[in-house]
């Protein structure tokens, strides 16, 4: 079932979610779900607190050399334990469903190692480069209350916040036009 996606500035999006403590069939509905509203919405990730449940569970489906996002490359991600390989940085355009029609770019490190559980307990170990690695660290700040707005230059913050004041000025402009 595709859930709705809450969106900047909403409150919700800022809280530290919490570690999944029962590995069941509610969790097994809620990674399904995600996985439909991540795909109906065009994203490569999604975190759990973005669908108002604030649990530390995410998807990442980054999509292959001919764009094509395949199941069987998605990465369910319960319980994240992020560390930085090195310190070397990439830098990357990113979006956020939280934060529609927004891109900049981002310096994130290039290179993790990842430990997690999978939807039924099972530990894992991933490395991951590039914009895996970009993709996962995205979704983990949700995790941890952030957004990745909160990393760009304080000039383009300001760029943001004006685009994002006019944009909600003009939706509530139309929408009182419909009234």
């Known amino acids: ?9 909403n ?6 979610s919490e570690p999944v403590q029962e590995f069941n069939e509610e969790l097994h509905t809620l990674l399904d779900d995600m996985y439909e509203t991540m795909i109906a919405y065009n994203g490569v990730g999604l ?17 292959d ?12 991600i319960i319980n994240p334990e992020l560390t930085f390989l090195d310190d070397e940085q990439i830098t ?4 956020c469903l939280s934060v529609p029609d927004f891109y900049e770019e981002v310096t994130r490190n290039k290179n993790i190692y990842l430990k997690y559980q999978d939807r039924f307990g099972n530990f894992k170990e991933l490395e991951a480069r590039g914009f895996l690695a970009v993709a996962i660290q995205h979704e ?6 952030h957004l990745f707005i909160e990393k760009i230059a304080y000039s383009k913050k300001q760029k943001f916040d004006k685009e994002f004041k006019k944009n909600l000025k003009a939706k509530k402009k139309n929408t009182q036009a419909k009234k």
Request: contains cysteine; aromatic residues 4%; negative net charge.
């Open 1 to 9: 079932m595709k859930r709705e996606i809450i969106t900047y500035p």
């Open 47 to 63: 975190a759990a607190i973005q669908v108002d449940i604030p649990l530390r569970v995410m998807l990442v489906n980054i999509p």
């Open 11 to 16: 409150k919700r999006l800022f809280l530290k």
């Open 140 to 145: 983990n700040d949700h995790l941890n209350g």
């Open 92 to 95: 990357c355009n990113e979006g």
């Open 65 to 76: 050399e001919n764009e094509e996002q395949k199941k069987e490359d998605l990465l369910e």
